[in-house]
């Protein structure tokens, strides 16, 4: 009799309840969950018209808006490779604000760079479109040695 019962509560499964919709219910919301990070991450960015330039054996090519963000007391890239008549955005993504400038005296007297643009204050931004092929160094006012280099071909 012992063996009888055993066996009958080991077939009954009625008192064990399981979850029929809460698979359903995780699988519609990881569909949703996708379907917003697809139509986040899919949006279109527009960019503004950029001019032409003469690169390399004389060809013509659009000229380029570079990004450079300081964060943290780093330039990054801290080594940016443009071509003459690009442009170059700098984003101050940290929590104070940063004064460019070039590191040579020549760049400062002749105005190549940022001497007249003071602070760039947190989470704003200043471009400047180089036009003089060579190398200019930057740095932080405030501190030396978060510096950077262009390199204009």
Known sequence: ??????????????????????????????????????????????????????????????????SVFYSGGVFSPTNLRIHNGDTVKFQNNSLLAVRIVPDSEKDQQNGVGFSNIGEISPKNSFSYTFSTPGIFNY?????????GAIIIR
């Open 1 to 66: 009799m012992l063996r009888f019962n055993l066996k009958e509560k080991l077939l009954d499964h009625s008192d064990q309840r399981e979850p029929h919709g809460l698979p359903w219910i995780l699988i519609v919301l990881l569909l949703v969950l996708l379907s917003v990070a697809v139509l986040y991450f899919g949006r279109s960015v527009s960019y503004e018209p950029a001019t032409a330039s003469t690169g390399r054996n004389g060809v013509v090519r659009p000229s380029r808006t570079y």
């Open 139 to 147: 740095h932080n006012e405030k501190n030396p040695n978060e510096a």
